[in-house]
């Protein structure tokens, strides 16, 4: 039985030796709240610190590939693909990142990550047009793989 615990009841790393190789994918997804004039300065690339956009992705896929070095628990993974999308709603910016790996364990934890780093570099890059951006709601949108099968969020 695999278990989080130690022993001593301290926090440890699944051993995955004993699981099934599966496809595992995941999608999140989490959104900015911007002023209208930091709307469109990222959108017509007039942000001094250059292409909020592209930046932001290269730290979302950065982030994904680097989970395991900040999330204590989280499995080094091989993966096999990531994808970073951006889209304005409104004054919302919202960020998705889809992970894909076959392996042991899920990469839930890899599009969170993907998708807060995708956020907070959005914040830093314009945060001298804007302080008030406001980081909103970062969920789970799927998963599938693994025992616990497909996970499709609901009602967001």
């Given at each position: 039985m695999f278990?989080?615990?130690?022993k001593n009841g301290r926090?440890?790393?699944?051993?995955?030796?004993?699981?099934?190789?599966?496809?595992?994918?995941a999608i999140a997804k989490g959104s900015i709240?911007?002023?209208?004039e930091t709307i469109d300065a990222i959108k017509n690339e007039k942000i001094k610190k250059?292409?909020?956009?592209?930046?932001?992705?290269?730290?979302?896929?950065?982030a994904v590939k680097n989970t395991s070095?900040?999330?204590?628990?989280?499995?080094?993974?091989?993966?096999n693909g990531i994808n970073v999308d951006f889209n304005f709603e409104?004054?919302?910016?919202?960020?998705?990142?889809?992970?894909?790996?076959?392996?042991?364990?899920g990469v839930e934890m890899e599009a969170l990550t993907g998708v807060s780093a995708g956020l907070l570099t959005v914040y830093d890059m314009c945060k001298a047009l804007d302080k008030s951006m406001t980081i909103k709601d970062i969920y789970?949108?799927?998963?599938?793989?693994?025992?616990s099968?497909?996970?499709?969020?609901k009602n967001l």
């Open positions: 278990t989080h615990l130690d926090g440890q790393m699944v051993d995955v030796s004993q699981k099934e190789i599966s496809q595992r994918e709240e911007l002023k209208n250059g292409d909020v956009l592209a930046i932001a992705q290269v730290a979302a896929i950065q070095s900040i999330i204590p628990m989280a499995h080094p993974l091989l993966l409104g004054n919302l910016l919202f960020c998705q990142v889809k992970v894909k790996c076959q392996g042991k364990t789970l949108v799927k998963k599938s793989g693994g025992k099968g497909l996970y499709e969020r």
